[in-house]
């Protein structure tokens, strides 16, 4: 009866254990376009592909390697601030986490598909180094989530380009419904009490 009862809870303790968890992109070095004449706001926003080269958290899973996939992603115009000594972009435009299956185990797919949520800051750092971070959302396996985003840049902007240097991206994954835990959790309780009775009978 006890290793019942303690089957039960630790079932139980799995879904709630889901609440915390999230899915880490890392991506390496990519050249990035950025928008003609981005001091003004009807400017464009940045565009830029970048190689994934970690996924931590995927189906409980770590992947890493040279290239196991792309990143890419658009704002919106710059409406505040200058290239130079930093500014915000508007929401909008669009953020894409494409795995190319070249690890056992990896999906072959689009992973998420979304845009920006909100304004997006673009941070001087300092000594030719620049920041981009914003949250994201968008479909991730089905479901509609909710990320976060932070891409370094070095090197200064030349000719309309500038290198990135590395993003993380953070997603975490959809919490279940408390309807949805309740309902597992009195079906396993039911499943125990069945089993219970089993072996009485035996």
Same mark, same amino acid.
């Given at each position: 009866?006890?290793?019942?009862?303690?089957?039960?809870?630790?079932?139980?303790?799995?879904?709630?254990?889901?609440?915390?968890?999230?899915?880490?992109?890392?991506?390496?070095?990519?050249?990035?376009?950025? #928008?003609?004449?981005?001091?003004?706001?009807?400017?464009?926003?940045?565009?830029?592909?970048?190689?994934? #080269?970690?996924?931590?958290?995927?189906?409980?899973?770590?992947?890493?390697? =040279?290239?196991?996939?792309?990143?890419?992603?658009?704002? !919106?115009?710059?409406?505040? !601030?200058?290239?130079?000594?930093?500014?915000?972009?508007?929401?909008?435009?669009?953020?894409?986490?494409?795995? &190319?299956?070249?690890?056992?185990?990896?999906?072959?797919?689009?992973?998420?598909?979304?845009?920006?949520?909100?304004?997006?800051?673009?941070? &001087?750092?300092?000594?030719?180094?620049?920041?981009?971070? #914003?949250?994201?959302?968008?479909?991730? &396996?089905?479901?509609?989530?909710?990320?976060?985003?932070?891409?370094?840049?070095?090197?200064?902007?030349?000719?309309?380009?500038?290198?990135?240097?590395?993003?993380?991206?953070?997603?975490?994954?959809?919490?279940?419904?408390? !309807?949805?835990?309740?309902?597992?959790?009195?079906?396993?309780?039911?499943?125990?009490?069945?089993?219970?009775?089993?072996?009485? =009978?035996?």
């Amino acid at each position: 009866m006890k290793k019942l009862i303690l089957l039960a809870i630790v079932a139980l303790a799995l879904p709630m254990s889901a609440l915390a968890s999230s899915v880490t992109f890392s991506t390496q070095g990519g050249n990035t376009w950025v #928008g003609s004449n981005l001091s003004t706001s009807s400017s464009s926003g940045f565009t830029t592909p970048g190689r994934i #080269g970690l996924v931590k958290g995927m189906n409980g899973h770590t992947y890493s390697g =040279i290239n196991l996939g792309r990143m890419t992603f658009s704002t !919106g115009a710059l409406t505040s !601030g200058t290239m130079a000594s930093g500014g915000t972009f508007a929401g909008g435009g669009s953020f894409t986490m494409s795995l &190319n299956g070249s690890v056992k185990g990896m999906p072959n797919a689009t992973v998420f598909q979304g845009s920006f949520n909100g304004p997006v800051s673009w941070t &001087n750092l300092g000594h030719g180094y620049y920041s981009l971070s #914003g949250t994201i959302v968008g479909m991730f &396996n089905g479901h509609k989530v909710t990320g976060g985003v932070t891409v370094l840049f070095a090197g200064g902007i030349k000719n309309g380009h500038i290198s990135m240097s590395g993003a993380t991206v953070n997603i975490p994954m959809p919490v279940p419904e408390p !309807g949805t835990l309740s309902m597992l959790g009195t079906g396993l309780l039911g499943l125990a009490g069945l089993a219970r009775r089993k072996f009485r =009978i035996a």
